[in-house]
C-alpha cells in the first residue's frame, strides 16, 4: 500500500523559512514522480508547486514559487522535502505529498500539512 506522510509544517513569520519532509513506503522510490500540492483553505482547486522525477532529477516549479521554493530527495531515507524560503502570507495553504503522475495531477496523496504564514 503507497503511503505518504508530511511533517514539517507550521506557523512562520512572512520572511521565514520551513522545511517540509514526506516520507513515502510501499513503492519504490524511483518507480514514481513525486511532488507537492497546496490548497488554500476554502478553495476548490489544488495548485501543483513543485514535482521532481527521482530516475533523471527533472524538476518544475509554479511560477508563484520559483527561486524560493527547492524540492530534493534522499533516496535512501525515501523522504521527499519542500524547501521553502522567503516565506509570503500567500504561501498560506494545505500542503500535500503526492506521488505517481506530475504536477497537473498525481494518482497518490497524502493528508497534508498546514503552512501558515503570518504578515
Known amino acids: 500500500e503507497v503511503q505518504l506522510v508530511e511533517s514539517g509544517g507550521g506557523l512562520v513569520q512572512a520572511g521565514g523559512s520551513l522545511r517540509l519532509s514526506c516520507a513515502a513506503s510501499g513503492f519504490s522510490f524511483d518507480d514514481y514522480p513525486l511532488g507537492w500540492f497546496r490548497q488554500v483553505p476554502g478553495a476548490k482547486r489544488r495548485e501543483g508547486v513543485s514535482?521532481?522525477?527521482?530516475?533523471?532529477?527533472?524538476?518544475y516549479y509554479a511560477d508563484s514559487v520559483k527561486g524560493r521554493f527547492t524540492i530534493s530527495t534522499d533516496n535512501a531515507q525515501n523522504t521527499v522535502y519542500l524547501h521553502m524560503n522567503s516565506l509570503k502570507p500567500e504561501d498560506t495553504a494545505v500542503y500535500y505529498c503526492?506521488?505517481?503522475?506530475?504536477?497537473?495531477?498525481?494518482?497518490?496523496w497524502g493528508k497534508g500539512t498546514l503552512v501558515t504564514v503570518s504578515s
Open positions: 503526492a506521488a505517481a503522475g506530475w504536477c497537473g495531477d498525481m494518482n497518490y
Open positions: 514535482c521532481i522525477s527521482p530516475t533523471d532529477g527533472t524538476t
